[in-house]
């Protein structure tokens, strides 16, 4: 049984590490895991396809349309029609010759039943139609690639959400981890200032009050790590769900964040519209409705198309197999033209709508184009901000621990026998880099936030 445990265990450990994966990345790679995994962008691209799918479909009536047709029946009882016996024609000779009196009428005509169709009957035949001209489906030819285009401008519009979030929840990981870096400094810190005391105390040289206090801020620490420790926790699941990977799977990350990096490659006003999904998708929605305006004024056209068919008719007293079947065959050709007349107004209203859409779509463009210029006014003055928040809080960081590095020297030399002055140097310390994290934290998202408003988030 022992043994039978052992390799259940084994089985069931190596069952866990195989459906593991573990995926080290640098924060392109990262975008690269999400465009290969994101349920979203993978509907986007099977939109795209069926697009093309219904473009064949538009494409194939363009093509020949071939038809055919099998009919097979039995007459139980033979349909039939009233057909007039008449002595009229008689009486009118006999009159003629004067063998009877001009005024003796002839009986009224007698309706005897009469049917034309045999008890079996088979027809087959094949219809062939040719579309010469139709407006609608010559303008949807014209719009096939348009039509693409659109679902191309969707799937590049999905890939920069995506891009955005996997951005944003790779940057906050790497900040959270280095602010717990910088904890677990501080955590060490005030470890080895709590022996110090402990040693003073032990000696007569400090008072129980100044462990106390050291405590209190160790506490307090460990405790902000722990938070910490599980929003990195959390952001991890984010980013793991934001790259369409499982939630068993290890993600590390490979890139370093430094403030060189933040302010690196910062963008300048070099923008075109066009650089922006967006507008481009608008642009594609711009060319459809006009498409479907052309669509809707060409309806006046005629439509015209060609066809011809061949059949053949079987009929009989017996059924096909006995030989006595008589065949009759037919075939013909033809031209028809759809002249359309007076519909009620009903395509007019049709081109009138398809003209008020088209104003619709570039009130949207030009709502689009101001809103990405409030959004780029906005990012850009958050991000000079944050970038010079970033500065000086990152002085004010080198400047406390300069100020606690003092402060710990002049303790450990004896020019001080109070550990409160370090102590107090430890929380601005402390204080200082909680707002450089927070300053950083800002500067990444809004720089993200910057390069997405200008449409060269790479």
Avoid at 175 to 187: C, N, R, T, V
Avoid at 191 to 209: H, P, Q, T, W
Avoid at 306 to 321: K, L, P, R, V
Avoid at 372 to 380: A, R, W
């Amino acid at each position: 049984m022992k043994k039978i445990l052992s390799v259940s265990l084994l089985l069931l450990f190596a069952g866990l590490v195989q459906a593991q994966q573990r995926y080290e990345l640098t924060v392109k790679e990262a975008v690269d895991a999400a465009f290969k995994n994101v349920i979203e962008l993978k509907n986007a691209q099977i939109d795209y396809q069926i697009q093309e799918a219904k473009n064949r479909e538009i494409l194939g009536q363009a093509y020949p349309q071939i038809s055919g047709n099998v009919a097979a029946n039995h007459y139980l009882k033979l349909p039939g029609v009233l057909f007039p016996q008449s002595e009229e024609g008689i009486y009118t000779a006999l009159k003629r010759e004067n063998l009877i009196s001009q005024s003796t009428s002839a009986p009224p005509p007698v309706l005897v039943p009469f049917s034309f169709q045999q008890p079996w009957n088979l027809s087959a035949g094949a219809t062939l139609m040719q579309l010469l001209f139709q407006p609608d489906v010559f303008v949807g030819l014209q719009a096939r690639q348009t039509a693409l285009d659109y679902s191309s401008a969707l799937i590049e519009q999905t890939k920069e959400k995506i891009k955005d979030s996997a951005y944003k929840r790779y940057y906050a990981i790497l900040i959270a981890e280095k602010q717990l870096f910088f904890i677990d400094d501080g955590l060490k810190r005030l470890a080895k200032l709590y022996r110090d005391d402990s040693i003073m105390y032990v000696n007569g040289f400090a008072e129980r009050l100044e462990l106390d206090k050291v405590q209190v801020q160790i506490n307090n620490l460990q405790s902000t790590r722990n938070n910490i420790a599980v929003g990195v926790e959390l952001a991890y699941a984010a980013l793991k769900f934001a790259i369409g990977v499982s939630q068993k799977d290890v993600v590390v990350l490979k890139d370093d964040l430094s403030t060189a990096n933040i302010k690196d490659n910062i963008l300048n006003a070099d923008f075109k519209y066009e650089d922006r999904v967006e507008i481009r998708t608008l642009s594609h929605v711009k060319k459809l409705q006009g498409l479907d305006l052309k669509r809707n004024q060409l309806g006046y056209i005629p439509t015209v198309s060609a066809m011809a068919n061949y059949s053949a008719n079987g009929q009989g007293q017996n059924f096909y197999t006995s030989g006595s079947t008589t065949w009759i065959n037919s075939a013909y050709i033809g031209l028809n033209i759809n002249v359309p007349i007076f519909d009620g107004l009903q395509r007019k209203y049709k081109v009138k709508q398809s003209q008020l859409k088209l104003q619709q779509v570039d009130n949207s463009i030009d709502n689009v184009k101001q809103a990405i210029d409030f959004e780029q006014v906005v990012t850009k003055q958050m991000l000079l901000s944050a970038l010079s928040n970033l500065d000086i809080q990152e002085k004010n960081m080198k400047l406390a621990e300069k100020v606690y590095n003092t402060t710990k020297i002049k303790f450990e030399e004896g020019l001080t026998t109070f550990s409160t002055e370090v102590l107090l140097a430890e929380n601005d310390l402390q204080a200082s880099q909680s707002n450089y994290f927070t300053a950083l934290y800002n500067a990444v998202i809004t720089k993200i936030s910057y390069q997405r408003s200008l449409g060269k988030l790479e």
